[in-house]
């Protein structure tokens, strides 16, 4: 018994019996063993297992299935119209429609509108994130509205600008998104900017900020925009005009390259300047008018004009800005006199004038050409407006402010087309005036004796169909030379190594032009009998320059340093 019930241990598959009962289906008709039946198993078939379709409604509807296999080929042509489907949303494509299938929800892409597709806008796209745009076809008529900047630039004016003002896009840009490349053009219009410090948080940071022309105006109010730090900075096509800012309009510090162009930039500057730049690589400036006037510059005309009341208050306040604002209605004023009175006060200006012997040529005829239009039978106000506006013009010219500041040689410099109502200065922002005529004398003796030399720093000067006011060295370098002369010798260090002077209108006379090499052509000194200029460095080349008569440059370098052709009306001594 033991034995037998033993023998159940070793007991397998192959010797239990199995005869199937089932007459459809994997064993149907079987007989054999439990271990045949187990491998059938191995090669089943979908066409072997029953199946009982679930509904009759989708693929399943209106076929006869059996089997697995019956079902599986449905899938074979299998539609979206046979597929159901929910709406997950009364929103978007959904909203009022009735949906059973996916080929119901299919058929809606076929005319989706951009008004249907909700739309939320990055991090970054500030102008897009704002109330009443959460749809594509808003954000695109939002896109179509906005005014076009210039391609790639960001607009900024109250009225339908990106940002409405200038210090809301930089404090954006720049101080929260901390962006490295901004693009800003300020719209037609009046904008105004309260001066300060404006410098990136991190390096290589570039800022490009242009106008549309003269009809983009914007006023500095109180103190100098002051960049600093910048990997570059470019200015172009507005007119910028400082308000109750006597320090000047704009202080570049630290900034790698500097382009100024197309612009017009006017300011009363009382002991600074109007533009100033240290520390640069390059420096560029292209078709720029600049206007530095001092607190003094229209003394002349508001003495001469202290016979009439209206043109004697046009004249008593140098800020552009006040004068454009009143030149109009005093034009009025003026041309509406009766023409005995005109006649009587061109009589009283002209008597004046004749003898000023102080007065420029320019300024001269400014005011003979007043005098011949009050003598006329009658006036008009927008000639007179122009005849008023010139005589300021002049006046400011001969009697200036500081209206470029370069405190050292360390960038290359391209100034070009420009026409500067003011005093260029270099090697510092505080001109040094005339320098008297005994340092001269005693500094050119000691270069024609060897004992004075001069360094440059490898940059170079370029200025190229310019008309200024006069160029002078800052008192730096005058503090410089006067210790030279009183140690009987030394060096003037860190200058431009290669001046390029050429198509140059100096209007006032003591230029003063220190580099290490000056090539000066094609220039005129709009002098007649005074000193010119002095020029002052290891060597000079004068070539077709012209002066009004018997002006003198006086030429401090070492003996046969300098080279001289084809100059008029100069005398180039030294």
Request: contains cysteine; aromatic residues 2%.
């Given at each position: 018994m033991e034995k037998a019930l033993n023998r159940l241990c070793q007991l397998a598959a192959e010797h239990i019996a199995y005869t199937a009962t089932c007459a459809k289906g994997l064993y149907a008709g079987f007989s054999g063993t439990v271990k045949q039946a187990l491998d059938m198993i191995c090669e089943i078939q979908a066409s072997q297992i029953g199946f009982a379709k679930p509904c009759n409604t989708s693929i399943y509807q209106g076929t006869a299935i059996a089997t697995v296999e019956d079902a599986l080929k449905l899938l074979c042509n299998v539609t979206a119209g046979q597929i159901g489907f929910a709406k997950p949303c009364n929103t978007s494509i959904y909203q009022g429609k009735t949906l059973d299938t996916v080929e119901d929800a299919l058929n809606l892409l076929c005319d989706i509108q951009a008004g249907q597709i909700s739309y939320r806008p990055g991090g970054s796209c500030t102008f897009l994130n704002q109330p009443g745009?959460?749809?594509?076809?808003?954000?695109?008529?939002?896109?179509c509205a906005r005014p076009a900047g210039g391609g790639c630039r960001m607009t900024v004016g109250p009225e339908g600008g990106l940002f409405a003002s200038l210090e809301d896009a930089l404090e954006i840009l720049l101080e929260k998104e901390e962006r490295r490349d901004i693009c800003l053009c300020l719209l037609p219009g009046d904008h105004e900017f309260t001066g300060r410090l404006i410098e990136p948080k991190h390096e290589g940071v570039n800022l490009c900020l242009t106008g549309c022309g003269r009809g983009t105006q914007l006023y500095l109010v109180k103190e100098p925009a002051h960049f600093r730090g910048f990997a570059s900075v470019c200015l172009s096509d507005m007119a910028v005009v400082t308000r109750e800012s006597p320090v000047g309009a704009f202080l570049f510090d630290r900034?790698?390259?500097?382009s100024l162009k197309g612009m017009a930039v006017y300011g009363v500057v009382a002991d600074d300047f109007l533009v100033g730049v240290r520390n640069a690589r390059t420096v560029t400036m292209h078709g720029l008018e600049l206007e530095a006037s001092g607190s003094n510059s229209l003394e002349v005309p508001a003495k001469l004009f202290d016979l009439n009341n209206a043109l004697f208050d046009l004249y008593q306040v140098a800020d552009r800005t006040f004068f454009d604002r009143k030149a109009a209605v005093v034009a009025q004023v003026v041309?509406?006199?009766?023409q005995q009175d005109r006649r009587t006060l061109a009589e009283g200006i002209s008597g004046r004038v004749r003898v000023?012997?102080?007065?420029?040529?320019?300024?001269?005829?400014?005011?003979?050409e007043l005098v011949a239009l009050l003598r006329q039978t009658s006036v008009a106000p927008a000639e007179m407006?122009?005849?008023?506006g010139k005589i300021r013009l002049e006046a400011v010219r001969e009697n200036p402010a500081v209206a470029l500041g370069i405190a050292d040689a360390r960038s290359d410099w391209n100034i070009g087309d420009c026409d500067i109502l003011g005093i260029v200065t270099l090697y510092g922002f505080q001109t040094a005036g005339p320098l008297p005529a005994d340092l001269t004398k005693n500094l050119e003796h000691l270069v024609k004796e060897g004992r004075v030399s001069f360094g440059g720093l490898g940059t170079t000067f370029r200025a190229t169909g310019c008309r200024l006011t006069r160029m002078d060295?800052?008192?730096?370098?005058?503090?410089?030379?006067?210790?030279?002369?009183?140690?009987q010798g030394g060096t003037l260090p860190a200058l431009f190594s290669s001046a390029i002077l050429g198509d140059l209108t100096l209007l006032r006379e003591d230029n003063q032009m220190t580099f290490l090499n000056t090539s000066l052509s094609s220039s005129v000194f709009e002098v007649s009998s005074a000193r010119a200029a002095v020029v002052v460095g290891n060597s000079t080349i004068?070539?077709?320059?012209?002066?009004?008569?018997?002006?003198?440059?006086?030429?401090?370098?070492?003996?046969?340093?300098?080279?001289?052709?084809?100059n008029l009306g100069l005398i180039i001594t030294g």
């Open positions: 745009i959460d749809t594509v076809q808003e954000a695109l008529d939002a896109l900034c790698r390259d500097i041309a509406d006199l009766p000023m012997e102080t007065l420029s040529d320019r300024e001269r005829q400014s005011y003979v407006e122009g005849v008023l060295v800052s008192t730096v370098i005058q503090k410089r030379l006067a210790d030279i002369i009183e140690k004068y070539v077709g320059n012209r002066g009004e008569g018997e002006a003198a440059i006086l030429d401090i370098t070492p003996q046969g340093r300098s080279e001289r052709a084809a």
